[in-house]
C-alpha cells in the first residue's frame, strides 16, 4: 500500500464532505429564489391578463353621464380667451357678466386658479351670445 495514496483519497473525501456541507444551505436558498421566482412570474401573467381585460372593458365603456348638480361643462382656458375676444369684452366687463372679478376673469385665463361651477356655467351660458347682447347685458341695471 502506497502511505500517499491513502492520504490523497482522504483528503479528497474529507474536502468533498465540507464542500456538501457548506452548498447544502446554497442550494436551499436557489431552490426557494426559483420557487418564488416562478410565483412572482405567475402573479405577472394573471395581472396583465386582468389588465388586458380592463383595457377592453374601457374601450367599450361609455362616459358617465354627470350626476343631477355636477357641473356639466368643462372649462379651457384657451376657450375662455377666445370667447372673451370674440365678444370685444375687457376682462371687468367679462367678470360682471359672469358674476366674477376682472382679477378673477384674468386668473382663470391664466391657468393660476379654475372658475368656481356656477361660473362656469354662466361662461357656457356666453358661448351662443352675439357682441350686441353682451353690451345689452352689461347695459342692464342688475349686471353690475
Do not use: C
Not at 436558498?29 to 389588465?51: N, T, Y
Not at 367678470?95 to 382679477?103: D, E, I, N, Q, T
Not at 350686441?132 to 349686471?143: D, F, I, V
Amino acid at each position: 500500500m502506497n502511505v500517499g495514496k491513502l492520504l490523497k483519497d482522504e483528503i479528497e473525501r474529507v474536502s468533498r464532505k465540507v464542500v456538501r456541507q457548506h452548498m447544502a444551505p446554497v442550494r436551499g436558498a436557489a431552490l426557494a429564489q426559483r420557487k418564488q421566482i416562478a410565483a412572482l412570474k405567475k402573479q405577472v401573467a394573471e395581472l396583465s391578463g386582468q389588465l388586458a381585460t380592463l383595457r377592453r372593458a374601457a374601450g367599450k365603456s361609455k362616459p358617465v353621464p354627470p350626476v343631477d348638480g355636477e357641473n356639466k361643462h368643462r372649462f379651457v382656458a384657451k376657450g375662455l380667451i377666445t370667447l372673451r375676444a370674440r365678444l370685444g369684452l375687457s376682462a371687468e366687463d367679462f367678470g360682471r357678466l359672469v358674476g366674477a372679478s376682472g382679477a378673477s376673469v384674468y386668473s382663470w385665463e391664466h391657468k393660476k386658479t379654475a372658475p368656481k361651477p356656477k361660473n362656469v356655467a354662466a361662461i357656457a351660458a356666453l358661448r351662443g351670445v352675439g357682441k350686441r347682447e353682451a353690451q345689452r347685458r352689461l347695459a342692464e341695471p342688475g349686471s353690475s
